[in-house]
């Protein structure tokens, strides 16, 4: 295997972890989980069985990441940042039959002390603010902060704000990359150089 994981750290035997990817101090990763290459996890972080995260994900100190949560393609999880599996969890009522699957696509930004609560899809280069509640599906490019989470504008892929309506249409440009963006409908989209 051409990681590292830290003397510290529990890979449990079944775990498939990418080349690049690097396991920190006192973190476990179950046998069933599925982890790209160049891939973080920083300290005390737990990974479930029915996990799968992709390549370039960053995952900071302190977040369990478990069963049903789905990390496609360069997103970033702030430090202690939490995701939940069951919606209405009771512990003398196993609810295992029950987890909701969580969707965070392709670029998220999760910000630290973020909870997104189970069943939701975050689309897209979207960010959630620190200290944010998702409890909803956030669009693609959306910015979310708040408790429960609002979408206060848009951002790009960069990671800097946009500005547009939050409904409408309208068309921006990143200042710091100069990538195009058009807004139609309520939906975000960038405009591929042709």
Not at 103 to 128: D, R, W, Y
Not at 131 to 140: E, F, I, L, Q
Request: aromatic share 8%; glycine share 12%.
């Amino acid at each position: 295997m051409s990681c590292q994981i830290h003397e510290s750290a529990i890979v449990d035997v079944g775990a498939q972890i990418g080349e690049g990817s690097r396991v920190w101090h006192f973190s476990h990763v179950c046998a069933g989980a599925k982890i790209g290459s160049n891939v973080s996890l920083g300290q005390n972080v737990f990974v479930g069985n029915q996990v799968v995260i992709k390549d370039n994900c960053k995952i900071q100190n302190n977040v369990s990441i478990y069963d049903n949560v789905f990390l496609e393609e360069g997103v970033f999880c702030g430090p202690s940042m939490v995701f939940t599996n069951v919606y209405n969890p009771r512990a003398l009522i196993e609810r295992k039959s029950e987890y909701k699957d969580t969707h965070i696509k392709k670029g998220v930004t999760l910000g630290a002390n973020c909870t997104v609560v189970c069943g939701v899809t975050i689309g897209s280069f979207a960010f959630v603010g620190a200290g944010a509640v998702v409890k909803s599906d956030v669009p693609d490019y959306a910015l979310v902060v708040g408790v429960p989470a609002k979408q206060i504008g848009w951002i790009s892929e960069y990671g800097e704000r946009l500005t547009l309506p939050l409904a409408g249409d309208g068309d921006a440009v990143c200042s710091h990359t100069g990538k195009q963006y058009r807004l139609r409908d309520g939906q975000l989209n960038s405009i591929e150089e042709t």
